[in-house]
């Protein structure tokens, strides 16, 4: 899927190989487009931010989980592990699409600046890991809640704040195992 034109030679190949294309030629055409008028629908994201994210997402429903968004964009740490061992946790994979990952970021600096929930849950992970591993921390909630955002057509406050219900119960229930 590719988000061109209707005179780009990106649609002319496209259309030659049978590949589904998205045709945006001005910024009326690309709000009317259903998943990007569901991601604008967030703190901080523009028209073409939401369509360049949707462009690189694709069908949302082919994500089983929220965190596979995340490692598909290569947010998430590798881990090393042999046998019986924890394992340890590294720098993230960077798999996944840069383009996505540096639109991503963009749009954590202005959810930090706009979402108050969002920054009370960034502002211990800086100060104790640093504001570099925080922000990353942020995109890989924002890749959830996007993927969330399209699967079940919520709005971000909704998916948010369903996201850190479920926290909360799983912290609960980790604690009450102990």
């Given amino acids: 899927m590719e988000a061109c034109g209707p005179s780009g030679w990106v649609s002319d190949v496209c259309k030659q190989r049978g590949l589904k294309t998205i045709v945006c030629s001005t910024h009326d055409e690309a709000w009317a487009w259903k998943n990007t008028k569901r991601k604008t629908d967030r703190h901080g994201c523009g028209y073409y931010m939401a369509l360049a994210l ?17 490692h598909y964009w290569g947010l998430t740490p590798g881990v090393r592990d ?37 920054r009370k849950w960034y502002k211990p992970i800086r ?3 640093g504001s570099g591993i925080a922000r990353t921390a942020v995109m890989r909630r924002m890749a959830v809640i996007i993927r969330n955002m399209l699967t ?21 229930v980790k604690a009450s195992a102990a």
């Fill in 82 to 118: 042999s046998g019986d061992s924890k394992g340890h946790r590294g720098h993230i994979t960077k798999s996944g699409c840069s383009m996505a990952r540096w639109l991503l970021a963009q749009v954590v600096f202005h959810v930090l600046r706009r979402d108050p929930v969002m």
């Fill in 54 to 70: 949707a462009s690189r997402i694709g069908e949302a429903s082919r994500f089983p989980r929220g965190k596979s968004l995340a």
């Fill in 127 to 129: 100060n104790r890991r």
């Fill in 152 to 172: 079940e057509k919520q709005s971000y406050t909704e998916c948010r704040d369903a996201m850190i219900d479920r926290r909360k119960k799983q912290t609960q």
